[in-house]
């Protein structure tokens, strides 16, 4: 069966300090991995989205940056964070981008707090 | 484009009581649908999914929806409520309409419903 990782589970970060954060995906191949923030408990916004080693598409200009370094890991980055940087970052992973007719499976999630 | 409308902020219901978490979309093509629900700083679980075929989808926990295409609805139901039912639901959709839509292969979630499940 496929899971989902994503470390750390919870961050305090001071504003102006790098950030990373990592997600993988056991069990597929070839998934297509997603990073959400998710403000204030309530609405999620789609950061990036992959469809191959390499392959970023970004949706939201901002100072966060994400890399597919292997098939099945994706990383979010930032090298200065800003207050309004603070949420719950969230991985998924779905079969494949023009499969639409499946689902995306979700990871535990990263709650960062900048201070 | 697409989007998805939850008009229900919180949804409040006693034990036992039937539960409806209710949902509206727009979509230029047909749309594939989709219910998560979120427990307290957890991820998103999948419930369940609309692509084609009987309008009446059964899911997880014992959770269905009900594809209206006419009212552009995709209300999440359950029975008979339990308490531990009580989290954050979304509801999604994705719009098959076209393969120059910008929106292709994107879920576009709403806004989630609080759903209060008292004993």
């Known amino acids: 069966s496929q899971t989902i990782h994503q470390w750390p589970a919870t961050l305090v970060q001071p504003v102006g300090s790098p950030l990373s954060l990592e997600c993988t995906v056991e069990?597929?191949?070839?998934?297509?991995l997603y990073w959400y923030r998710q403000a204030a408990g309530r609405g999620l916004q789609l950061l990036f989205y992959?469809?191959?080693?390499?392959?970023i598409s970004s949706e939201v200009p901002q100072n966060l940056s994400a890399s597919r370094p292997q098939d099945r890991q994706f990383i979010l980055s930032s090298k200065k964070l800003l207050l309004s940087d603070s949420g719950f970052y969230l991985c998924?992973?779905?079969?494949?981008?023009?499969?639409?007719?499946?689902?995306?499976?979700f990871g535990p999630g990263t709650r960062l707090t900048v201070t | 484009a697409q989007s998805v409308a939850q008009p229900e902020d919180q949804v409040n219901v006693a034990e036992g009581n039937p539960l409806t978490v209710k949902c509206t979309y727009s979509?230029?093509?047909?749309?594939?649908l989709f219910w998560y629900v979120q427990y307290p700083n957890r991820g998103l679980q999948f419930l369940l999914k609309?692509?084609?075929?009987?309008?009446l989808v059964k899911g997880s926990y014992g959770f269905e929806a009900e594809f209206n295409k006419s009212q552009t609805s995709f209300h999440l139901k359950k029975p008979s409520a339990l308490v531990s039912d009580s989290a954050l639901y979304f509801c999604?959709?994705?719009?098959?309409?076209?393969?120059?839509?910008?929106?292709?292969?994107?879920?576009?979630f709403g806004a989630g419903t609080q759903v209060v499940v008292t004993p």
């Open positions: 998924a992973w779905s079969v494949g981008l023009f499969e639409a007719a499946y689902e995306q499976y």
């Open positions: 979509v230029s093509g047909n749309p594939y």
């Open positions: 992959s469809v191959g080693i390499g392959q």
């Open positions: 069990g597929t191949s070839n998934p297509n």
């Open positions: 609309y692509i084609t075929g009987d309008n």
């Open positions: 999604a959709v994705r719009d098959m309409g076209g393969v120059t839509t910008d929106s292709w292969g994107k879920l576009q």
